[in-house]
């Protein structure tokens, strides 16, 4: 038995030796021919990549103090925003075109390899076809997967790089296939989330971005001083042009937020390049701090009030008087 099973596979291998050989051939080639495609992808995206990111460093290597009106300051900054964000689009396309390049590669070479090895691939793709019809009804999830990830990227909601919130998880996007968005959020952890189960993208780095300040200040200070400050502490910043904390425009400062028992909120609104709000926001506390000190603007202090229990000081009380 094991003789004539040994006898039919080597007679098999002997008569099919050219198509393994073929099948084998034709593999190695869909490797190398993957490699070689990823290659070329991702140079042609860090060449467009690079000369975005040169031109954007020339325009923000040019000094705004040169006299330049501000409509034309502000429209630089646009433009750098726009290149920013087309070098993250970029980026997303091209990690994309890897993904779908392998697998129309390996699906067509192995397809080849079969046929080399005389299995009929009409009939196959047929049955494919079928199954694929079966497995779309079974496997939804999956084909909402890709439909949802084909239009969150034409439509540009997110790409690599952008600060996102989907939900149940936030952070930066690593990556973006048609079926699943890597994130990784601020403490590290990394979030794979499906593609159909985002149900709302919230993009913290599109275009442009804002740092929202509500700053308190005691009850009884002077709220025109204190207003004077704030925004003499905001334009300074603003035309500094912190790296890593660009400001696009000039701050405003939007008044008495509300007024509390204890304090007094002012409101302060500053638009930054986009994902540098929050280094903006954290040096402009640390200035703001430094500036009421040297102004001498209290930060409000908590009261409490004392309530005695109940019935204390009735009996024998100076206030009451004690019982006769």
């Not at 995206?45 to 460093?57: G, I, M, T």
């Not at 084909?150 to 996007?173: C, H, K, N, R, Y």
């Amino acid at each position: 038995m094991l003789a004539s099973v040994s006898s039919t596979i080597s007679d098999w291998f002997e008569t099919n030796g050219d198509a393994l050989i073929t099948a084998g051939l034709i593999l190695v080639a869909a490797f190398v021919l993957n490699l070689i495609v990823r290659r070329s992808i991702r140079l042609a995206v860090d060449r467009l990549v690079k000369a975005s990111e040169s031109r954007r460093e020339r325009l923000e290597g040019e000094d705004d103090a040169s006299g330049l009106p501000e409509d034309a300051v502000r429209r630089r900054h646009e433009e750098e925003v726009r290149r920013e964000r087309t070098e993250q689009r970029t980026r997303t396309v091209g990690s994309l075109l890897r993904y779908v390049a392998t697998i129309a590669i390996y699906t067509v070479a192995i397809l080849m390899a079969l046929a080399q090895l005389g299995v009929s691939v009409g009939p196959l793709l047929a049955s494919a076809g079928i199954a694929g019809v079966a497995l779309g009804f079974g496997a939804q999830s999956l084909v909402k997967d890709f439909i949802s990830g084909t239009f969150m990227l034409l439509e540009d909601q997110f790409g690599v790089g952008d600060v996102v919130d989907l939900g149940e998880a936030s952070g930066t996007v690593e990556r973006v296939t048609l079926r699943v968005t890597t994130v990784r959020g601020v403490d590290g952890t990394v979030w794979y989330v499906p593609n159909g189960e985002i149900v709302r993208v919230g993009n913290k780095s599109q275009r442009w971005g804002r740092i929202v300040l509500d700053i308190e200040v005691a009850y009884d200070t002077d709220i025109d001083r204190a207003s004077e400050v704030i925004k003499r502490v905001a334009d300074e910043f603003w035309k500094e042009r912190t790296p890593g904390a660009t400001v696009l425009e000039q701050p405003e400062l939007w008044g008495v937020e509300n007024v509390g028992p204890n304090a007094v909120v002012l409101r302060l609104a500053v638009k930054t390049r986009p994902g540098e709000q929050w280094v903006a926001g954290r040096a402009l506390r640390a200035r703001l701090k430094a500036a009421f000190d040297e102004a001498g603007i209290a930060a409000p202090l908590p009261l409490q009030t004392m309530w005695p229990p109940s019935g204390a000081g009735t009996a024998g009380s100076p206030e009451t008087g004690a019982p006769t």
